[in-house]
Each structure stands twice: as C-alpha cells, then as structure tokens.
C-alpha cells in the first residue's frame, strides 16, 4: 500500500504542509509506505495544450511532471494539500494538476495503460484558508472532486481548515484528526 502526499503550497513548514504530515502519519500508522511530493521544489510548466499525450500518453514537456506521473501510478492513494490564495489553488497546484491531462487520450478516456493503474485509485484533499468560512475553499473541493469523478477514482474526502499564521493550525486539534484520519482512510479502503 502507498500512500502519495502532494503539498500545493509554497510554504513549506506552514499549515497546509503540517496537515498533510498528519495525513501522512495516519497512512503510516495505517501500515502503508508514504511519500511527500512538495511542488514549490519541483519544475513544474504549465500545459501547453500541444496534444501529443493524446496519442502517447507521455507529456512532451521536459520537467518533473514525468515523474511525478509514474509516482501517482504506483500510489493506491493521493492527498493533496494546498491553501486557498485569491479564492483558487496556488499556482503550483493548478500546474500539477491541469497536467494530469496526459493520463488521457483525445476523447478524454483513460489512455488503456494507465487505465487499470488509475481504476479505483484513492484521492483526498486538504485545504487550509485564512477566511474563518472554510467554505471559501469550495472552488479549490470542486477541481478536485470533479477530476476524481470525471476519472473514475475514489473520492475519500475532503479537510476543510482556517488559519492565517505559520504554524497556527497546530493549535487545531479538530483539523489535525480530521487530516490524520484522512490519511488512515486513504490507506485501508
């Protein structure tokens, strides 16, 4: 069982980070092998909409999106972590996600070779906002939530949390299971 974590955020030691390291130490308590992608450390281009994974499957673009690919195809589950800036996804994030368009083939079904690496596949998300209406994240669930569903994989729920300052969500204990036990669910369903 792996467990895949992937930090949105550009601040690393902050709150979004923290909750994932508690989803990460729920998959591990859960007895699966964890990995943290954190993509402010990454090159990451955005999608040119060239096409040419359409046939191939494989991003034409040369950075660390590749691999990344091949690390959510040997992942049962993905979290994703990221806070909310100007009401979206930080940039990092929407890069990494809009490139998981090479998944797909011209008609936007599963390329047949990853098809029975994505079936079924667990994804979570956790979204930290300095809004105290945590439903200001919505649009951030949405993107999310409509990608697991348009790709068939298995939606294991969402962390919705508030705080401003670095750190500040340590003093979140509610958050903290909540992200903890998203893990544990992303490593034994």
């Known amino acids: 069982m792996k467990v ?5 955020s550009p601040r690393v030691g902050g709150n979004s980070d923290l ?3 508690q989803a990460l130490a729920g998959a591990k308590d859960a007895g699966a092998e964890v990995e943290k992608i954190i993509l402010c ?10 096409e040419k994974c359409n046939e191939s499957g ?3 673009i040369k950075d660390d999106m590749p691999e990344i ?5 040997e992942a049962d589950a993905v979290i994703h972590s990221v806070p909310l800036y100007f009401w979206a996804m930080t940039s990092q994030m929407k890069a990494y996600l809009d490139r998981w368009c090479a998944f797909y083939d011209a008609d936007w079904r599963l390329h047949k070779a990853y098809y029975p690496k994505m079936k079924g596949k667990r994804i979570g998300l956790i ?3 300095g809004d105290p209406n945590v439903s200001t994240a919505d649009p951030i669930v949405h993107s ?32 903290k299971k909540q992200a903890y036990q998203l893990g544990k669910k992303g490593a034994t369903l």
């Open 127 to 129: 979204t930290v906002c």
């Open 69 to 73: 690919h091949k690390k959510i195809l």
């Open 4 to 8: 895949l974590g992937i930090l949105g």
């Open 58 to 60: 494989i991003c034409a």
């Open 144 to 175: 999310f939530k409509t990608t697991a569903d348009f790709t068939k994989l298995k939606w294991i729920g969402t962390v919705m949390a508030s705080a401003s300052s670095k750190g500040e969500i340590v003093k979140n204990d509610k958050a």
């Open 41 to 50: 450390q990454k090159k990451i281009s955005g999608c040119l909409n060239c």
């Open 19 to 21: 909750l994932l390291d």
